[in-house]
């Protein structure tokens, strides 16, 4: 009877779908199959199937049993269709788990002093390893656009990393709270670099800008004179730097080069 009523869902699923079924029956079969949860495997399939449907149980009374028996006999189905004990809509209901974009970390830092000016920053993957890069700033530069070029090669690193999500913190307070829209840009040669850093930003998915004390940015603060690397946790796998010489703005490398003038 319980693989009676499955098939009968299943022929009629145009009717069944989408209206309450009332079954009427005394037999404990299939009150158990639609009540209870079974470890037998067609009965728990078939109770798996029948729960798409709206199916009320109603306890048979006035109907006798072998009126439907006859009825039934009367009206056979020449079919010899078998029960599809496939899920109906398998594929619509499978989800697939969303697979997590690892987060990294980037701290940036500025200066400039009588000896020159330098911008460093720091990647840290997920699993803890540091990848430090630094640039000798080789030209006349004041320590807030110092700041916002150290910002750049950070994200020019990241990128190059194919980072998807990031967290960036550094020290100073205008690049941080001018990039996050608190702070008018009112000195017209942040300009540039700001909106070049808003371009760079859009290469990730995600992309948080946070401000951390002086203290808590040791490591970058360490490579603007490519000293000691300050307080660096036991464990941690440093990648050699890499350090170049920038001739110019970083802004600059937004500007793309014309047929007429390289």
């Known amino acids: 009877m319980c693989c009676a009523l499955v098939w009968v869902m299943q022929r009629l699923r145009q009717y069944t779908l989408y209206h309450t079924i009332r079954l009427l029956s005394k037999a404990d079969p299939l009150r158990y199959l639609l009540d209870s949860p079974s470890s037998v495997r067609n009965i728990a399939k078939w109770r798996c199937q029948l729960t798409e449907y709206d199916i009320e ?26 029960i599809n004990t496939d899920f109906p809509d398998e594929g619509i209901l499978q989800i697939d788990e969303a697979k997590e974009e690892p987060t990294w970390k980037m701290y940036f830092d500025g200066a400039v002093n009588s000896v020159g000016s330098g911008v460093r920053a720091v990647l840290i993957s997920p699993d803890g390893r540091h990848y430090p890069v630094a640039t000798k700033v080789d030209f006349s530069c004041t320590n807030n656009v110092a700041e ?26 205008l690049t941080i709270f001018q990039t996050l829209g608190q702070w008018k840009k009112k000195n017209a040669k942040l300009v540039p670099y700001h909106e070049y850093l808003e371009e760079l930003a859009k290469n990730f998915e995600k992309i948080s800008f946070t401000y951390t004390p002086r203290a808590k940015n040791q490591f970058a603060d360490a490579l603007a004179t490519l000293s000691s690397m300050a307080s660096i946790s036991e464990g941690n796998i ?24 390289p």
């Open 57 to 82: 149980y109603v306890p048979r009374t006035s109907i006798k049993g072998q009126a439907i028996a006859d009825h039934l006999a009367e009206f056979p189905i020449d079919d010899d269709t078998p």
């Open 238 to 261: 440093i990648e050699p730097l890499e350090i170049e010489v920038a001739k110019g703005p970083a802004h600059c490398n937004a500007i793309e080069a014309s047929e007429a003038k």
């Open 148 to 173: 916002y070029e150290a910002c750049i090669l950070g994200l020019q690193a990241a990128i190059d990393f194919k980072v998807k999500e990031l967290e960036v913190f550094g020290d100073s307070m």
